[in-house]
């Protein structure tokens, strides 16, 4: 069994938020606990909110200077920033989801800013897709990784700290 050194680990998510709203909250929510590791995971509710009656989704442009500014401030103060990609909105493997085009071009845009920044990936969408396609045979769009087709129940939140943690090792 693999020993990890005593961490402290704060929760910082705040459901519902997008990019947008964690780059006016980074200092106080995050860049104040001077942290040493930062996993970002922000994505689904900009690009899910394009299709949500009474709300709006986030622009392409929008959310690539959004993170590059995330990821700046985080930097600036030492901090080693993981960059993960969004991971499902809807659970068929197929690529049949309503908004899995979207969720792809915003993973790329992940894996690209990552690499413009020097930061890592922690690549959820490929994960999510491949567990998926080896565990969901009857492509339905909701319960096994979430239990709505978006929020994660227990084995999604499993699959998300298995993924946390490779990228760690």
Request: proline share 4%; aromatic share 6%.
């Amino acid at each position: 069994m693999k020993k990890w050194p005593l961490v402290e680990i704060i929760g910082a998510g705040i459901g519902g938020n997008k990019v947008a709203d964690l780059q006016m909250r980074v200092d106080r929510d995050v860049i104040a606990k001077k942290p040493d590791i930062v996993f970002v995971y922000i994505g689904i509710n900009d690009v899910w909110h394009t299709i949500t009656p009474g709300l709006s989704g986030t622009p392409k442009d929008i959310y690539i200077s959004g993170l590059k500014e995330v990821i700046a401030k985080i930097q600036h103060t030492g901090g080693r920033v993981i960059l993960c990609t969004p991971s499902v909105i809807g659970e068929k493997w197929d690529g049949s989801n309503q908004l899995d085009t979207q969720l792809d071009e915003y993973s790329e845009i992940c894996r690209s800013v990552a690499r413009e920044t020097g930061s890592t990936i922690c690549d959820l969408r490929k994960a999510f897709v491949k567990y998926l396609k080896t565990n969901n045979p009857d492509n339905k769009e909701a319960g096994i990784l979430t239990y709505d087709s978006v929020h994660m129940n227990n084995d999604g939140n499993r699959l998300i700290a298995s993924e946390m943690l490779k990228v760690l090792e």
